[in-house]
Each structure stands twice: as C-alpha cells, then as structure tokens.
C-alpha cells in the first residue's frame, strides 16, 4: 500500500517567493496534520483537517502561511511570501478516524524548505 | 490543555545498555498514548502504543506502560543496539479533541558501538 506520498522532498528557493508543499494522504484516512520541523522548536503543528475542513490552524504562524484541502485525497501548505525563517523541513501525516477512537498518524518522507 | 513533557537530550549509551526515556502527560479526557521514533532522513513512524490504562505497548524490544496514577508511559529498552540510535517522541491522542495529536519535543538517542 502507498503511504502519504509528499512532494517536493527538497526545494531551495530565494526569499519573497512562492512555495508550494503538497501532500496525498493514505486512501481512506479522513484526518491529514501538517507539521514543521525545526532543531530550535522541534515539531510543531501547523493545521489539521478532519473530513477535508480545517479544524485547528492556530499553529499557522502567519498569513503568509495557507493550508488547503480540495478532496480527500489532495492537500497543499502554501506560503507566499517566503522568508529564510521558513525554513525547516514540513511533514504531512494522516489518520484513520476523526472525532472519535483514536489511530495513530501515518507521517510522510517529509518536504526539506530552503529559503535563501 | 493537553500536553506531553518528555526528558530531553541527547542521550548516549554503549551497546547493550539499558535505556529509559520519561514522558509524562496532561489530558482532560481518556488519551491514547504512543512512542514515535524518526531515524536520520526519514518521517516519524509508530514504535508502539498503549490505548487504556494499564496497557503495554512494545515492539522491536521496547516496552511502555500506560500508567494512569502517575501520568506516564515511559519508554524502556533492556539492551540498545547501534541501529537504535534516532529522536524518540512521546505523543497523545484525545478523543476529547478531536483526534488532535500532541507531541513531546523529541529526545536524541546516539548508541555507540
């Protein structure tokens, strides 16, 4: 079986440009989490979906930031513009059940940002 | 709210030491508990879990107790390999929450040979 397929696993790009991380979670799996990664605040998470609709994106650290989830199967962390700060590596993960008996999270390879 | 505090490092142990690593949570409800493990490059991936009190979760040779009297569901390996070596993660699940995941900060474990 296919697990969460993120892409692209690496992206340098200059400050004030656009990026785009995107993420196919498990089929099936009606939660999808993103996460950041950094050595100086370790993982955090940005937002989560249940069921396509965001529930909690209090961790998305600013406007810059934007997280969207079309379908089940098709997620995309935007941030426009970005800045060196950003730069961290960002996982995807999903879940098979929302709301109720809790499984555990299926984590993706990860999306290494580089911000110049 | 809920939350995960685990012991920080980094840890370094010999081969065939034995290893502990604290965790211990806050949650208004009835959490599941898991032990994550995230090896150089990778994602993080699911070592064990414990979903009531009283539960033991173990896999690879690591074992953890759901202890609901202290909060705590530690992580114990009787003898470490090399390959062990990675950041180990505490983390929650509530249902109170909505399926939302908490995570502790993650503690480095480097076994030298």
């Known amino acids: 079986d296919a697990g969460v397929i993120q892409s692209p696993r690496h992206e340098v790009t200059e400050m004030g440009q656009e990026v785009t991380l995107r993420c196919k979670p498990i089929s099936g799996h009606n939660s999808l989490f993103w996460y950041r990664q950094t050595m100086m605040r370790g993982l955090e998470l940005l937002i989560y979906f249940n069921n396509n609709v965001p529930i909690d994106d209090s961790g998305m650290p600013e406007d810059r930031f934007s997280a969207k989830m079309p379908n089940a199967s098709f997620s995309t962390l935007k941030i426009q513009p970005s800045e060196p700060r950003d730069s961290a590596v960002y996982f995807c993960?999903?879940?098979?059940?929302?709301?109720?008996?809790?499984?555990?999270?299926?984590f993706g390879e990860g999306s290494r940002l580089t911000v110049l | 709210g809920d939350s995960v505090t685990q012991m920080e490092g980094p840890v370094t142990l010999s081969e065939e030491a034995f290893l502990t690593i604290n965790c211990t949570y806050t949650a208004t409800g009835y959490p599941s508990l898991f032990w994550y493990v995230q090896y150089p490059g990778e994602g993080l991936q699911l070592l064990l879990k414990a979903t009531k009190a009283d539960d033991k979760g173990s896999n690879k040779g690591f074992e953890a107790t759901y202890r609901k009297e202290t909060t705590s569901f530690h992580l114990e390996k009787g003898s470490v390999q090399v390959s062990d070596s990675a950041v180990y993660f505490c983390?929650?699940?509530?249902?109170?929450?909505?399926?939302?995941?908490?995570f502790g900060t993650g503690t480095s474990l480097t076994v030298i040979p």
């Open positions: 983390a929650l699940s509530d249902s109170n929450t909505g399926n939302q995941f908490y």
């Open positions: 993960a999903s879940s098979p059940l929302a709301g109720q008996v809790t499984g555990e999270l299926f």
